[in-house]
Nanobody, 124 residues
Framework: QVQLVESGGGLVQAGGSLRLSCAASGHTFGNYAMGWFRQAPGKERTLVATITWSARSTFYPDSVKGRFTISRDNAKNTMYLQMNSLKPEDTAVYYC?????????????????WGQGTQVTVSS
């Protein structure tokens, strides 16, 4: 079992920045690929960024590439998402997920553990 807790969400103006954190406890954090996802009202949960257990590889969809940066500190059992140049369309609940995979995991179905989510609201 892995328990995940997100923090760092809030209200920010367009063009601003936020840094999300995901604190993990339970099973060994370093054994899991990790990802950030978001879900807007009435829409499906979609991938925002993913990182391998070693942090050597990352993936971003085009919608956030160049604006968001995922990172992790296995010694602190924590993953981060630095979000810059935020847009109103980035407004959503952001979730962190853990997948027992040794490679980049972009398929949401492969994520086994989830946090409760943190709200990010970007005003225009």
């Amino acid at each position: 079992q892995v328990q995940l807790v997100e923090s760092g969400g809030g209200l920010v103006q367009a063009g601003g920045s936020l840094r999300l954190s995901c604190a993990a406890s339970g099973h060994t954090f370093g054994n899991y690929a990790m990802g950030w996802f978001r879900q807007a009202p009435g829409k499906e949960r979609t991938l925002v960024a993913t990182i391998t257990w070693s942090a050597r590889s990352t993936f971003y969809p085009d919608s956030v590439k160049g604006r968001f940066t995922i990172s992790r500190d296995n010694a602190k059992n924590t993953m981060y998402l630095q979000m810059n140049s935020l847009k109103p369309e980035d407004t959503a609940v952001y979730y962190c997920g853990a997948s027992p995979s040794l490679t980049l995991t972009t398929d949401i179905r492969l994520y086994r553990y989830w946090g409760q989510g943190t709200q990010v609201t970007v005003s225009s």
